[in-house]
């Protein structure tokens, strides 16, 4: 008999600035959440009134918006008691929380122990100790190997999030962010491009011309690479980029900021090109001489379903990507059978065919 997999549905509270040290150059928690924080109690009765059991989800309760465990200590755990009360009552059936690797220490691990806590995410950020000064972290990066490790070594999921294209941050820091994150044990993770939000350190460092934000191009690039990173590790990207609301959803304008509510698509669709074009490269090159006119060549590529969107590129780029620069009549994408359930890192695209006419 087939398991059908449930969906994922959180249930956020947002704990917005709460129980961070510091304000990070690139942080302006209250525009990305919008959020004013609730007493436990509050949030206990919103979530009763917008939310019911749902066999058809797997839902969890989320501790969102700021550093979850370095809240102040009886804050915390009224939270945790509200969403214990929730995962006893069928709403939910565990607890997520975001936080610092600064702020998971034995004595917090102890208490989150005691209540249905599922997966911890951590915000590392960069693994680069430069980037980390630089962006004002607060702490270094041994400290969030340490943290990854000891999450994963008490039994909670790890979730490891990261940002690309920080101040003094390269591309190769982001590869190796990537893998460190997937060493340590993590299941899933978040890749989030920088954005340069009003009101943050960061917004004045454009302004004075100290950080250049990167364009679409430069961003796509960089976060696919590290998605494949996450791919080829089995580790599944959970969301890349903010989620769109009213302070984000702005083009790239007078404030210098970069948002793109498509980025998601961008990046992933960026991915599956650079899988193709290792494909055709490598087909082009055993036909090199076998047709006079190059451009009556088409490639076929043989794609599973579920990525037949993604391989044809965001509005079709990938398509128009590669009959441009390789001069191909056509590109056909093909759907595939068990032949494109392949490792992860090829996103589901098994394999190219070039017909010559």
């Known amino acids: 008999m087939k398991t059908i997999q449930k969906k ?40 009763h009134r ?6 058809n989800y797997e839902t969890q309760i989320a501790f969102f918006g700021g550093s979850f465990t370095a809240i102040d200590r009886d804050r915390m755990i009224s939270l945790l008691e509200m969403g214990k009360r929730i995962v006893n009552e069928g709403i939910a059936e565990s607890i997520r929380l975001s936080t610092r690797p600064d702020a998971v220490g034995d004595d917090i691990l102890d208490i989150l122990r005691k209540y249905p806590v599922k997966n911890i995410e951590l915000g590392i950020q960069s693994m680069s100790d430069k980037v980390m000064r630089i962006t004002k972290r607060g702490h270094e990066a041994n400290q969030s190997l340490d943290a ?38 993590a299941s899933s993770s978040r890749i989030y491009p920088t954005v340069v939000l009003p009101g943050t350190e960061l917004f004045s460092m454009k302004e004075k011309g ?24 089995n580790v599944r990207v959970l969301r890349i980029g903010l989620c769109s609301n009213e302070d984000v959803r702005r083009p790239d304008g007078d404030d210098g900021s970069f948002y793109h509510e498509a980025i998601g698509e961008h990046v992933i669709s960026r991915a599956c090109r650079n899988r193709m074009e290792k494909l055709l490269m490598e087909a082009l090159s055993k036909n090199v001489g076998t047709v006079k006119d190059e451009k009556k060549k088409t490639a076929v590529f043989y794609v599973s379903p ?52």
Do not use: W
């Not at 510091?22 to 436990?40: D, H, R, Y």
């Not at 990938?318 to 068990?338: M, P, R, V, W």
């Open 8 to 47: 994922h549905r959180n249930i956020p509270v947002f704990v917005s600035h709460e129980g961070c040290p510091n304000a990070c150059v690139f942080c302006n928690q209250k525009t990305i959440t919008g959020q004013v924080p609730k007493s436990a109690e509050e949030y206990y009765e919103e979530i």
């Open 210 to 233: 100290e950080y250049i934000s990167s364009s679409l191009e430069d961003t796509v690039s960089r976060a696919s690479r590290v998605y494949e990173v996450f791919a080829k590790n």
């Open 306 to 357: 579920k990525y037949i969107s993604p391989a044809a590129g965001y509005k079709k780029a990938n398509k128009n990507y590669f009959t441009e620069k390789y001069g191909l009549c056509e590109i056909k994408l093909q759907t595939a059978g068990e032949e494109a359930t392949v490792v992860p890192e090829n996103f589901g695209i098994a394999r190219v065919q070039i017909l010559c006419r």
């Open 50 to 55: 917008d939310f019911s059991p749902d066999e």
């Open 148 to 185: 990854m490790r000891r999450v994963v070594s008490a039994g909670f999921e790890l979730t490891g999030q990261m940002m690309t294209s920080l101040p003094a941050s390269t591309p190769e820091d982001e590869i190796m962010t990537a893998e460190l994150i997937c060493r340590c044990g």
